[in-house]
Structures are given as C-alpha cells and as structure tokens.
C-alpha cells in the first residue's frame, strides 16, 4: 500500500513487466559482433581497432563503428547508447577557462590533462545517476616543456609510470565535469553481463552473449563521446596549450594529444603519399586491473615504453593524430591513473 512508501524499511520488489528484470533476449540469429566477439582475439581486434581510432583523434569513424555494430541489438542498453548522440555529452565550465586564465598570476598554462573515469568505491543505489569523474590538471612549462616539445618527446614522456609532471599540477581556481554521460555511464555500471568467459556458463552457444556486445559496445560509446566533446572544448585552447586527454577504468581507455591546428608553410613537405595514412603505431602496455588507483607514488612497474608520432599536414579536427588501425594493446590501468594523477 502506498502509505507504507516512506517508511525506511520500504523496498519495491520488482514483477515480471519491471524493464531489465527478464533475461537477455538472444536474436535467433547472430549478430556479426557477436560472431565477431565469440573469440577472445576477434573481440581483442576489434577493440583495439576502436582504441587506435580514439589515440588518433578520428572520433567519428570510431563512433560509426560502434554505431553500426549497435544497430542490430535491441537490449535496453543498445537502446540507451542509440538514442545518446554526440552533441549532448559536453564539458560543463570550459567556457570558464579563458577568462580565469587571463587573471592568472602564476606562469602560463601550457598544457592540461583530462581523464575520464569513475570513482573505485561506488556505493549503487537504485534511482542515482552516476555521472563520471573528470580528472583534471593544468601545468606550465615549470613542470615540463610542454610549448617546446615535440608530440614523439611528449607522448614517451606520457608512456612513463610517472610522467615528469605528475604532482606538479598549477593552483588554478578552474573546475570542469564531463556532462550528459551519466545515464549511459550508470547504465554501464549496473549491467549484469560485463564479463564473457567462454566457458560454457554463458548459456549461448555459437555466439557471444548480446547483452555482453552491449556491454562492450556502450564502454566505447561512452568514452568516444567525452573524447568528442573534448575535441569540440578544444576549440577554445589558450595560445601554446596542448591537452593530454583519455579513459582509466571504464573498460575502453586509451590516451590522445589534442592541440591547436598549427598554420601550414609553404616548405612544409609532404611526409608520405596522399593515400597513405599519415600516423605511426602508439604501443601501450597491457590492461592489468588494479585495485588502487590512487596509488600513483609507489614504485615504477614496468619499463618505459616507446611511442612515435607523425604529425598529419592537415586533420580535420585539432588533434594529432599517433596511433594506426593496426591497435596497440589496451593501456595499464596503473600507468594511466598516474598519467590522469588524482587530485581535483
């Protein structure tokens, strides 16, 4: 009865209409990602192929990708990631940027890092949105030269356990939250088919679960997104100011350098054929989970890996374009938490 609803006890115990309640509706045929994910190397290529596109800048053919292996599933998550599009996911208060920066004393604001994640300990209770985190820093040429380094020397330095930067971030009063992602994001959270072993217990045979495809599908949905609305804040860069942006912890990270369209020369040459692609292979180490994100002081874990960068004449968004559709390995959690370091 309705007057029991607001006693503390109260719980509403769902019946067979409630949506999400009944299990996963499997097509009678396969999809093709669902053939594509039935082997951990065909879901590891494709994944890979979506990271690439996102180190590189090319948000749009990763978000037609996504979207087209959408299209088929009709599971209540497939429905939530179609009907977001990419104009309501924005980057509240960057339009603050300039102004507070130009009453700023300190030394200028060469360079900012932004990473998506979520919070490790989430308490989920039903009926709270859970928006993502944004992690933010702003640095100056005190903490690195991020005006005169080139992409190669700023991306090895990004490749580090403990970039240079790190814990040097400038005292600007400037805060900024990824918006519009926290339906999909805690739709995300919730799901109940995030992990496909493959070993029978899946109840489908011939096939990856679809509400596992979903899944998948929607951790890049999300992170290509915010990538999208980066790129569009980015707009607004103050002069010489780069952004090191990216995902850690939402099951699709990656890292990407973003940067002010820089005016073409008349001796620039031209670095490789005009249907050629114009970028090298970012390699990244391999996704290991990690309990502790905060744990970003203690000791390195691993050699420093190499990454190489070739800027394109011209893209058509302002980025630089640094990894190949030949996918590098999902990145270490543990590197990226540390690159993205806590604090704000």
């Given amino acids: 009865m309705n007057m029991y609803r607001g006693h503390p006890q109260h719980v509403v ?159 600007v009063e400037f805060y900024c939250a990824a918006a519009g992602l926290g339906e999909l994001n805690t739709a995300l959270i919730g799901h109940k088919h995030r992990h496909f072993l493959r070993d029978g217990r899946d109840g489908v045979e011939g096939r990856a679960p679809g509400g596992y495809v979903e899944y998948v599908l929607g951790c890049w949905l999300r992170s290509t997104l915010f990538l999208g609305a980066v790129q569009r804040a980015a707009s607004t860069l103050p002069d010489g100011c780069r952004i090191v942006a990216g995902a850690v912890g939402v099951n699709a990270d990656f890292v990407t350098l973003i940067e002010p369209t820089r005016p073409r020369t008349a001796k620039r040459p031209r670095p490789v054929k005009a249907d050629e692609p114009q970028f090298a292979t970012l390699t990244l180490k391999p996704w290991v989970p990690r309990d502790d994100l905060d744990a970003v002081a203690g000791p390195a874990t691993g050699s420093s890996l190499r990454q190489r960068v070739l800027q394109a004449e011209s893209i058509p968004e302002a980025v630089v374009e640094v990894a190949s559709p030949a996918a590098p390995p999902a990145p270490k959690r543990g590197w990226l938490a540390r690159l993205f370091r806590r604090g704000r």
């Fill in 13 to 171: 115990i769902p019946d067979a209409q409630t949506t999400g309640v009944r299990s996963y509706r499997e097509p009678a045929e396969p999809h093709p990602l669902q053939l594509t994910f039935l082997e951990e190397v065909g879901e590891r290529g494709w994944t890979q192929q979506i990271a690439a596109l996102l180190s590189a800048g090319r948000t749009g053919e990763a978000e037609r990708l996504i979207r087209d292996g959408l299209q088929p599933f009709e599971g209540s998550l497939a429905q939530r990631c179609k009907g977001l599009t990419g104009d309501m996911v924005t980057i509240d208060g960057w339009a603050d940027l300039l102004p507070i920066l130009a009453e700023w004393e300190g030394p200028p604001v060469t360079a900012i890092t932004l990473g998506l994640t979520n919070a490790p300990d989430l308490v989920f209770e039903a009926g709270q949105i859970h928006e993502p985190e944004l992690l933010l820093g702003l640095y100056s040429d005190e903490a690195f030269p991020f005006s005169t380094a080139c992409a190669e020397a700023l991306l090895d330095e990004c490749s580090r356990d403990l970039p240079g930067w790190v814990g040097k971030e400038e005292d």
